[in-house]
């Protein structure tokens, strides 16, 4: 985004967030959001929440030519991610360079306390 003109998209894919109406998992598929926004902000064209209902939570990325990817799905890989995990798995379809900091770090071994 430039600012000569602060409404032009930003490029990159978006970030879909279904979510469980009846189950209440908005706060949930928001504070993921917020987190991914904040981490991706120039990597991603957006993040959308969008209910559903069947007690479904699914993240996809989708957006460029490769179509959507499933980064995590409740029912198949089992409850909830880690923001952590979710972080890593969406830097890499979007970013597979960028560097996530104690992200990382915790990742390899060490118990990601400062």
């Known amino acids: 985004m430039s ?3 602060p409404s032009a998209p930003t490029a990159g894919p978006v970030v879909t967030i279904r979510y469980c ?3 209440k998992w ?3 598929a928001q504070w993921y959001a917020g987190e991914l926004l904040q981490t991706f902000a120039d990597d991603l064209a957006g993040v959308l929440i969008v209910p559903a209902h069947g007690a479904m939570f699914r993240i996809e990325v989708g957006g460029g030519s490769d179509g959507t990817t499933t980064v995590w799905n409740r029912k198949t890989d089992g409850g909830f991610p880690e923001i952590a995990d979710l972080k890593r798995r969406v830097r890499d379809l979007v970013a597979p360079d960028k ?6 770090r915790s990742s390899t071994g060490s118990s990601g306390r400062h």
């Open 3 to 5: 600012e000569d003109n």
């Open 21 to 23: 109406v009846d189950c």
């Open 26 to 28: 908005l706060l949930r």
């Open 99 to 104: 560097a996530l900091g104690h992200v990382d």
